[in-house]
């Protein structure tokens, strides 16, 4: 529901920034940037939501040949690296944050820039949770037999 929600403002508000160029040769203030938030807050949820599901983009070309154990295997080992790789980007993410603390970018009404890209340490944060969490159930499916749901 959030998603769809800021995804409509998202649609108003460019067509209305483009209408205003084209008709009065100028845009609403502060359009741009709240454009530009959107769209990067738009994108990481829309990862959280496919992440929470297991419906985002794999390259599992040797999945498709693998079955039982030795999927669960595989599946376990890339559950592994994306945990890794979005705890490492979340660190990363935060550090980001912190210097642009230090160095307060304001943008939006006068609201500092770094308020609005801390979803980006907290997308990274809950996907590598959910990749951990999956890693685990997979692993538990190599012992016990029982499949994950959504494979």
């Given at each position: 529901m959030t998603v769809c929600v800021l995804l409509g403002f998202l649609i108003i508000l460019a067509c209305t920034q483009v209408a205003g160029r084209l008709l009065f040769n100028a845009g609403l203030p502060d359009a741009d940037p709240v454009i530009y938030h959107l769209?990067?807050?738009?994108?990481?949820?829309?990862?959280?939501?496919?992440?929470?599901?297991?419906?985002?983009?794999?390259?599992?070309?040797?999945?498709?040949?693998?079955?039982?154990?030795?999927?669960?295997?595989?599946?376990s080992l890339t559950s592994l690296f994306s945990t890794v790789i979005c705890g490492y980007l979340s660190w990363i993410a935060v550090n980001f944050i912190k210097d642009e603390i230090e160095y307060t970018d304001v943008t939006i009404m006068s609201v500092p820039n770094w308020v609005f890209q801390l979803i980006i340490p907290?997308?990274?944060?809950?996907?590598?949770?959910?990749?951990?969490?999956?890693?685990?159930?997979?692993?538990?499916?190599?012992f016990t037999g029982q499949i994950p749901s959504g494979n």
């Open positions: 769209v990067l807050w738009l994108g990481l949820l829309g990862a959280i939501l496919a992440t929470r599901n297991r419906e985002h983009i794999t390259i599992d070309i040797v999945c498709r040949f693998a079955t039982g154990k030795p999927l669960m295997a595989i599946r907290i997308a990274f944060g809950i996907m590598a949770i959910r990749f951990g969490f999956q890693c685990m159930e997979y692993l538990l499916a190599i």
